[in-house]
């Protein structure tokens, strides 16, 4: 039986709301929930909710501290954000906890589209709003971890290295388990190890940050013997 899956709508300009329930209502097994901030965030069953930061009627950095407060008080919630779209406010939005940024004049289809790609994974802006994204989020976990790249990487198990490198040739952990002779959930237990000594919390992240390093000149390239 295919599950319903639960979708908030912090959304109080009618239009806009009967526009999403429209949009909502061709998504299979959605069902659009209507509430006040704190409804949704004390219903236990939500885990998407869009957000319109017309709502708030604030200045930007306002808009952006509702959706680093829904991130915190319910992390595992994805937020889709409705606003007026530049580039700076999708970057701030993004790296306050929201996995989709649209703005007022997106298309239906557009709507749809971003609401099931965060509902499948995914985060939905434009590529280099995406890039300028990871490029920050690298930082500040370098920075947080007080470690220099070439540090970290001395901390690095040989077995590590070997598996990083193997990484940024697009292997699949099946396919880096057969090339090691080891097992998968041996691979994933690496990966975890890699994540946790480099800083990020998944594999696109640990290969942008593997290849940053490789291609610095000033940082000894990755021993894969």
Same mark, same amino acid.
């Given at each position: 039986?295919?599950?319903?899956?639960?979708?908030?709508?912090?959304?109080?300009?009618?239009?806009?709301?009967?526009?999403?329930?429209?949009?909502?209502?061709?998504?299979?097994?959605?069902?659009?929930?209507?509430?006040?901030?704190?409804?949704?965030?004390?219903?236990?069953?939500?885990?998407?909710?869009?957000?319109?930061?017309?709502?708030?009627?604030?200045?930007?950095?306002? +808009? #952006?501290?509702?959706?680093? !407060?829904?991130?915190?008080?319910?992390? $595992? %919630?994805?937020?889709?954000?409705?606003?007026? &779209?530049?580039?700076?406010?999708?970057?701030?939005?993004?790296?306050?906890?929201?996995?989709?940024?649209?703005?007022?004049?997106?298309?239906?289809?557009?709507?749809?589209?971003?609401?099931?790609?965060?509902?499948?994974?995914?985060?939905?802006?434009?590529?280099?709003?995406?890039?300028?994204?990871?490029?920050?989020?690298?930082?500040?976990?370098?920075?947080?971890?007080?470690?220099?790249?070439?540090?970290?990487?001395?901390?690095?198990?040989?077995?590590?290295? +070997? #598996?990083?490198?193997?990484? !940024?040739?697009?292997?699949?952990?099946? $396919? %880096?388990?057969?090339?090691?002779?080891?097992? &998968?959930?041996?691979?994933?237990?690496?990966?975890?190890?890699?994540?946790?000594?480099?800083?990020?919390?998944?594999?696109?992240?640990?290969?942008?940050?593997?290849?940053?390093?490789?291609?610095?000149?000033?940082?000894?390239?990755?021993?894969?013997?």
């Amino acid at each position: 039986m295919n599950t319903v899956i639960r979708v908030g709508l912090l959304v109080f300009e009618p239009m806009r709301r009967a526009g999403l329930n429209s949009i909502c209502s061709q998504i299979k097994n959605i069902h659009v929930v209507h509430g006040d901030l704190n409804s949704l965030l004390a219903d236990e069953s939500m885990r998407f909710i869009i957000v319109d930061l017309g709502t708030t009627q604030k200045h930007s950095s306002e +808009q #952006v501290e509702l959706i680093r !407060l829904i991130h915190e008080q319910r992390p $595992e %919630i994805l937020q889709i954000v409705l606003g007026v &779209e530049n580039d700076e406010l999708v970057m701030e939005a993004i790296l306050a906890g929201a996995r989709a940024f649209l703005d007022y004049n997106a298309i239906p289809i557009a709507v749809q589209k971003a609401i099931e790609d965060v509902i499948n994974g995914t985060i939905w802006a434009r590529r280099i709003v995406l890039s300028r994204v990871i490029d920050q989020l690298m930082l500040e976990r370098i920075a947080v971890a007080g470690h220099s790249t070439k540090g970290v990487l001395q901390k690095l198990t040989a077995r590590e290295h +070997q #598996v990083l490198g193997l990484i !940024l040739e697009a292997n699949s952990n099946r $396919e %880096i388990a057969r090339k090691l002779g080891i097992e &998968e959930r041996t691979v994933k237990a690496h990966l975890g190890h890699l994540m946790r000594k480099v800083g990020v919390t998944n594999r696109v992240e640990l290969s942008i940050w593997a290849l940053k390093r490789r291609n610095n000149s000033s940082v000894t390239e990755i021993d894969d013997n």
